[in-house]
């Protein structure tokens, strides 16, 4: 538990973005950081939000076909040299494993960066006939990449919490909709769920995951103008059957290739929760994943702590019988106020004030998180009122999340109005694009915003690229990216 | 999918048990080798199990105080060095990852092989009052030793699932209840859902978790009269507390050294359930945890094909509406008696044949896993009547396991006898040890059994050791061990 001291954010989203998302994540008891750079603990308040999503998508995930297994956490060198045999530009940064005990290996083996690898030539010993297919593995784990930034937790961090899902299909038409599936139950998890609308696309051709024939992807906008990589699923042609000899016989008996697809969210969903709904208060959380949806901070004088407490306890009891996540505040070492702090920066979505006027009237005081709204609510029917109020809650960050998304799409149409507007208010710029890396590249040169997203199939809004001028292709979302 | 002449097991349990086991693993779709020597590929069939032990453990942790975290799979070489300075005798086969990316790293990293010497420190920050405990922690995750030996799954691997729970209490009272909460919970998964009788106690003094004050352990006899150590929970006194620091202000403000605990069951309980349920047919689950209960097989000709599979489907609709897990096989292209195989290999516990008999008399032929004991059963209640099949199968899997344990516990008073019952019937001999390990290295030498386990407290069963004669402090169970 946290000294008096700590508890407060001392620095301010707005002008210290870094120092502040930081403060909230240690100071809620999210996450700490490890003795080795780039390595995260992820402490139980933190780690329940990835449980939470985990309910919802394995659910999702299982209603829809999928299976989860479990691959070694090694993956021979050979093995990641064949994926780099068959997909120019695969240069992983992993972690090696040279020593077992005191003995040096005779092939090194990578702690996993992703399983491809190891899981595709399985799924080429498992599938058969026509009727093995589809064939659906998904595991949670966690992979390791290499790479030497600056440790933030839950965006960049070497060690990183995941699931993977990998699939075969008879044909082209059956892997696209399982891409678009997982798409669409990703799209549905930031929704409905973590209240962050995202912008749904896909990868221009030069930032395709490699090996891939189509990489779609969720993009979510951060306060600070700031493009994260939500979730990606990738349509993979028959690149990796191929090159793992993933056939099947057909009905006629003939063989064929599957075509596959893989898929996946990591814990910087749990970054983009924190940064986005979160304030200067502390973490603010959506009720949907909240650990504790309601905390009740009874407030009493030595006269009126009995029927205060009794109150209060009836009404904790009431709400948890009705399946509300309630968490009743009955410490006597502590006041009030220091309560009122401690669960907002802890980020309880609905606090209840109880007190001799509440009893007496009886009612109770209902706060909200993040904005402070008050209302005096009944006794009765405490349990569905409060329901209520937990979706106004989800619904206000949704529509605030929704609003900064959707005011952060500005059109552009020279070069000089993309890297401006950019440079300006950060955030989506859309334009035409002719499809040239070299065009990206102009643009990243300068204020390192990329394309993040180009639309599937729409027309280009505008009839020439807004870098070259050349023709354009299709529309190009440019932002900075985390 | 596998060919129809990969169906059948070749091996016999009794007489070739090693490579039955293996058949049984890898037929029955739970578990492939992997490329690396020591890592196997557990399959949707294999993970389905782990994750009905999850849910029951997770469940009943979370129950009890139990908060899920999730710490670094490295841990600096510096670190394990800390613990093997406190803790004579620690000496881990760890896998080593010297390399990130393409740069040789300043200090060796270890892949976790057991967690105490990267959480202890962290319970070390958190902890600074008497009310920020008792403090539970626990992780679901792999874990890597580097054992050269012959690979069996769930048995013998380098990497493994468990899960591993760390707690700190204030005093030695609170830390032993914790200690005894956690065996209890082991103890009543194995019984209640596993259908495994255990034994429980002790581990003897020079066999204890190095650091541990106590470590405390549940045995489970195999088949072949091997003993398997089930789950282990440790009383670490305050050994850890006091290397790594963990002190906390009293109520008087007086500074006290925490009491710790730590516990920790693995896929082992998979192998267990597997080696002791199964049979020369294939896998047998107790219905506890099979993924699939019941299996519905159709026996129709062409002119009764549409009213078997209506009637079949009715009941399976009726059996998952009331929550029970089962499958229609209706399957054109295999006959009846493929389909019986198939899921005996499986290890489906109930299996249900409707035909145009059945469909006329209203009824459901109900067939047994293992024991093929079968009953007709009426249409109406069905899924009653299901449930009760179920518990008998369970309650069968109990007694036949209850049953080989019991008579697998027998007295011996000399070497002689101890040499001779081990040597001749395997399984548990207990007899007065008066508490060196040079007495039950006599034993070790000659037939390679070692004492698996001390009861706790009772009073010797005989009054001298049974190898060397002296007085004897406590009962000891001897048996060759996994």
């Known amino acids: 538990m946290s000294n008096e001291q700590d508890l407060g954010i001392t620095a301010s989203k707005e002008h210290?973005?870094?120092?502040?998302?930081?403060?909230?994540?240690?100071?809620?008891?999210?996450?700490?950081?490890?003795?080795?750079?780039?390595?995260?603990?992820?402490?139980p308040r933190g780690y329940a939000l990835w449980e939470a999503i985990q309910d919802h998508l394995d659910g999702w995930f299982k209603d829809s076909g999928v299976q989860n297994a479990y691959f070694p956490m090694f993956i021979p060198e050979s093995y990641l040299q064949a994926e780099k045999d068959i997909v120019e530009g695969f240069d992983p940064e992993v972690a090696w494993v040279t020593h077992g005990g005191y003995d040096e290996l005779d092939e090194r083996l990578a702690v996993r960066p992703t399983s491809e690898s190891i899981i595709t030539p399985y799924i080429s010993q498992w599938v058969r006939s026509h009727r093995d297919l589809p064939l659906r593995v998904n595991q949670w784990c966690s992979v390791v990449r290499w790479e030497a930034t600056e440790t933030k937790p839950f965006f960049r961090t070497k060690e990183f919490l995941w699931q993977e899902g990998h699939t075969a299909h008879h044909d082209r038409s059956d892997a696209w909709d399982e891409t678009m599936l997982r798409l669409d139950q990703y799209e549905r998890l930031y929704t409905d769920v973590l209240a962050l609308p995202p912008l749904r696309g896909q990868k221009p051709e030069h930032d395709k995951f490699p090996g891939a024939d189509t990489t779609t992807t969720l993009e979510v906008l951060m306060?600070?103008?700031?493009?994260?990589?939500?979730?990606?699923?990738?349509?993979?042609?028959?690149?990796?059957?191929?090159?793992?000899?993933?056939?099947?016989?057909?009905?006629?008996?003939?063989?064929?290739?599957?075509?596959?697809?893989?898929?996946?969210?990591?814990?910087?969903?749990?970054?983009?929760?924190?940064?986005?709904?979160?304030?200067?208060?502390?973490?603010?959380?959506?009720?949907?994943?909240?650990?504790?949806?309601?905390?009740?901070?009874?407030?009493?004088?030595?006269?009126?702590?009995?029927?205060?407490?009794?109150?209060?306890?009836?009404?904790?009891?009431?709400?948890?019988?009705?399946?509300i996540r309630v968490h009743l505040d009955d410490r006597d070492e502590r006041n009030p106020g220091f309560k009122f702090n401690e669960w907002e920066l802890k980020g309880v979505p609905v606090r209840f004030e109880?007190?001799?006027?509440?009893?007496?009237?009886?009612?109770?005081?209902?706060?909200?998180?993040?904005?402070?709204?008050?209302?005096?609510?009944?006794?009765?029917?405490?349990?569905?009122?409060?329901?209520?109020?937990?979706?106004?809650?989800?619904?206000?960050l949704y529509a605030a999340a929704e609003q900064h998304r959707d005011e952060n799409v500005r059109?552009?149409?020279?070069?000089?109005?993309?890297?401006?507007?950019?440079?300006?208010?950060?955030?989506?710029?859309?334009?035409?694009?002719?499809?040239?890396?070299?065009?990206?590249?102009?643009?990243k040169d300068q204020i390192a915003a990329e394309i993040v997203l180009v639309p599937g199939d729409e027309e280009p809004i505008h009839d020439s690229c807004g870098v070259c001028g050349e023709s354009a292709e299709t529309t190009a979302y440019f932002a900075k990216s985390y």
């Open 16 to 43: 210290e973005t870094g120092d502040w998302y930081a403060q909230v994540v240690q100071k809620a008891e999210l996450a700490d950081y490890a003795p080795m750079g780039g390595f995260i603990v992820t402490r």
């Open 223 to 323: 306060p600070d103008g700031k493009s994260v990589q939500a979730a990606t699923s990738h349509y993979l042609g028959t690149s990796f059957a191929e090159a793992f000899d993933i056939t099947y016989l057909d009905e006629n008996e003939d063989e064929r290739t599957a075509h596959t697809t893989s898929w996946g969210l990591s814990w910087r969903a749990l970054g983009a929760i924190i940064m986005t709904h979160s304030d200067d208060q502390g973490l603010v959380l959506p009720p949907t994943i909240a650990p504790k949806q309601v905390v009740i901070v009874p407030i009493w004088q030595q006269d009126t702590r009995e029927e205060v407490l009794g109150y209060a306890e009836q009404i904790r009891s009431e709400l948890a019988a009705a399946g």
């Open 354 to 396: 109880i007190g001799p006027n509440e009893v007496e009237d009886e009612q109770v005081s209902v706060v909200h998180r993040p904005d402070g709204e008050t209302a005096a609510e009944p006794r009765e029917n405490v349990a569905e009122t409060t329901r209520e109020h937990l979706d106004t809650v989800y619904a206000k």
């Open 411 to 443: 059109e552009a149409e020279s070069r000089e109005e993309i890297l401006g507007t950019i440079g300006q208010h950060g955030g989506y710029v859309k334009t035409g694009w002719c499809g040239t890396e070299e065009c990206e590249d102009e643009i």
